[in-house]
């Protein structure tokens, strides 16, 4: 816990990183986030009239949630007393509203502000709401997670929700221009930036501010004394190529989310594009194996079932040549996936039947259908009055009813016109005839 350090204390700054010296100290010099802070937003219109209320912010790394916070502090003249969710534990949130209190004595208003709010467990986040909902602070909480999932209903309730963009490449390139112009930047600094290392910065940044500026500032000192900045040394600072994906969070649920869709929506190539963002960014490739098993049998099934098949193929070479080698595989199921023809008839007929068996109970099993391998099971009736389907005419014992004698046949699958499900639609129709002509 610790009292904000504020953009204009410039002597404390002067050793900061360029990210912290370089920090907003006002709305204007924020880039990004028209939609909350442009010109009569209300969010905006909120900080400059200084009225105060709890909030989360929730964004990505590097789009301003923390300098959001400190601008709204200065703009508000509040007291501003940041927590790490990282570092603290409910006896530093504890000494934080205490402090709070006695400069609410004093007429002041204490903004606490909590960084990677959902890092905080139930009983921490919990230690503020009595201080939210009697105004002893005001709490501004700042995530990289979905709230709806991170933040608990009681605080949630308590805040309003703003959600902040990674920032474009215009948003970018202003920062870039800010960081060679300004003087807490490195204007005083010898440093040329040409313009295919700038356009290179601005996709190895991905939306993200702050790394940006530390890639420019390591590339800035390792370029003395010349001040040359290009792409060979920008790659050689930037190592691997950086993409943002979390591994369990609500953008990997996104993902996975937008794969399906593409793969329902026939796009090969977008599904291709997806699950290679997945796997360049660290996804467990078994994973991604089982949720094609599952879109095979969901959005396509009899259409072709074949998909189902090659799916469990490119599980197998998984397993058999690991991941390195198996991607392809992965990337072959997806694409035939993806262009297969697409039928949810199965899924939807399990729907239907596994809500009717839930709503009909503990039916018996007809005495012409059960088992009868003893002789004192066929002396009880079992298995009298059997039809043996492959004795009645084209092997089909028409009219007969397999459901339990207290329920009229339901029709839970429903083939549609899209691939193999044609021919077996017009089966079910020829059979469904059939049944008629008996009745």
Not at 180 to 196: F, M, P, Q, Y
Not at 326 to 332: D, N, P, R, V, Y
Not at 342 to 366: I, W
């Amino acid at each position: 816990m610790q009292k904000s350090l504020l953009p204009e204390d410039t002597t404390a700054l002067s050793h900061a990183p360029l990210a912290v010296r370089l920090r907003p100290r006002s709305l204007d010099e924020i880039c990004g986030q028209s939609h909350l802070l442009g010109p009569g937003k209300p969010l905006r219109l909120l900080i400059e009239s200084g009225q105060l209320h709890s909030m989360l912010l929730w964004g990505p790394p590097g789009t301003g949630k923390t300098t959001l916070a400190e601008i709204i502090a200065r703009s508000s003249d509040t007291d501003l007393i940041s927590v790490s969710a990282v570092l603290s534990g409910v006896k530093d949130i504890r000494a934080a509203v205490q402090q709070a209190e006695i400069a609410n004595h004093s007429g002041r208003t204490t903004i606490i502000f909590v960084d990677e709010v959902h890092r905080f467990n139930k009983s921490q986040q919990d230690a503020f709401l009595p201080h939210v909902e009697n105004g002893t602070i005001v709490f501004i909480g700042a995530t990289t997670e979905n709230p709806s999932f991170e933040v608990n209903n009681a605080l949630l309730s308590r805040t309003r929700v703003y959600v902040l963009n990674e920032l474009g490449k215009d948003d970018l390139n202003a920062v870039v221009d800010r960081a060679l112009t300004d003087a807490r930047g490195l204007k005083n600094i010898n440093v040329r930036l040409s313009e295919a290392a700038r356009a290179l910065l601005l996709s190895l940044a991905d939306g993200d501010a702050r790394r940006l500026l530390n890639l420019l500032e390591l590339c800035s000192q390792l370029s003395e004394p010349n001040g040359e900045i290009d792409e060979i040394l920008l790659r050689q600072v930037s190592g691997d190529r950086y993409q943002r994906f979390d591994k369990g969070g609500d953008a990997f649920y996104d993902y996975i989310s937008v794969l399906h869709k593409a793969v329902r929506g026939s796009s090969p190539d977008a599904a291709l594009y997806w699950m290679c963002r997945m796997l360049d960014g660290g996804c467990d490739p078994f994973y991604i194996a089982r949720r094609l098993v599952r879109m095979a049998s969901e959005d396509i099934g009899n259409a072709d079932p074949r998909a189902l098949e090659l799916c469990l193929n490119a599980w197998d070479v998984l397993k058999r040549l690991g991941a390195a080698e198996a991607e392809l595989a992965l990337a072959q199921a997806v694409i035939y996936l993806a262009c297969a023809p697409k039928s949810n008839a199965s899924y939807l007929a399990f729907c239907r039947a596994m809500s009717h068996v839930r709503e009909s109970g503990t039916l018996p099993v007809p005495q012409r259908f059960r088992n009868a391998p003893t002789a004192l099971m066929k002396q009880i009736g079992h298995g009298e009055g059997y039809r043996y389907a492959h004795d009645e005419p084209e092997a089909y014992a028409a009219g007969e009813n397999y459901f339990p004698d207290a329920l009229s046949p339901e029709q839970y699958y429903k083939p549609v016109e899209q691939g193999l499900e044609i021919r077996i639609k017009e089966k079910l129709r020829k059979l469904n005839a059939m049944d008629k002509q008996v009745k």
